[in-house]
């Protein structure tokens, strides 16, 4: 907590915001160049910076006005669950192979008993 104390009183303005454990702070910036990229910069229709800027800053003023903090509903529960899911993939996929395997295996010995 001293940390976050030292932070507040470096950037009196700053907000913390905690994100998902497993995802980093990093992963949210490039979600939001991707939203920039999608909504402001695309089409490339532009004549010169000012334009440039000029859109940047007025999506940045828009998003900042509507933009709201979402609830994470991802829990720990539901990590276990997708895990299991993949698990019991993964092993489905492995028994498969096993499988397809030996039936290949038995074709070949057939058609090598047949010539």
């Not at 990229?37 to 490339?44: A, C, F, I, L």
Request: glycine fraction near 2%.
């Amino acid at each position: 907590m001293k940390a976050a104390d030292r932070l507040a009183g470096a950037f009196p303005t700053a907000v913390l915001v905690h994100t998902p454990v497993h995802a980093s702070w990093l992963n949210q910036v490039g979600i939001y160049f991707s939203v920039v990229q999608r909504k402001v910069v695309s089409p490339n229709d532009f004549t010169n910076l000012t334009e440039v800027r000029d859109r940047l800053r007025g999506f940045e003023d828009r998003y900042n006005a509507t933009a709201q903090p979402f609830q994470w509903r991802f829990t720990t529960s539901d990590l276990d669950d997708l895990l299991a899911r993949l698990d019991r993939h993964t092993t489905d996929h492995q028994e498969e192979s096993s499988a397809r395997a030996l039936l290949e295996q038995a074709a070949e010995q057939t058609c090598e008993s047949q010539q």
